[in-house]
């Protein structure tokens, strides 16, 4: 998915984000569910793989 279908995606009831989590949590997070995409980004395993899951959760957290 890039950028304009993520920002189109944004007019969906539902999460249609499905190839990766980290995507699904910037989603729900634009749509003003902190709590879901925490929840999803805090789900993933930690290692060498998941660095974007740690991106997204230390954007989650910013003042």
Known sequence: MDYP??????????CPVTEHPCLAAL??????DWDRAHEIVQSL??????????????????C
């Open 5 to 14: 279908a993520f920002l189109n995606s944004l007019n969906a009831a539902t």
């Open 45 to 62: 395993p930690d290692g060498p793989l998941e660095t974007g899951a740690a991106r997204i959760h230390a954007y989650l957290h910013r």
């Open 27 to 32: 989603w729900f997070d634009a749509k003003g």
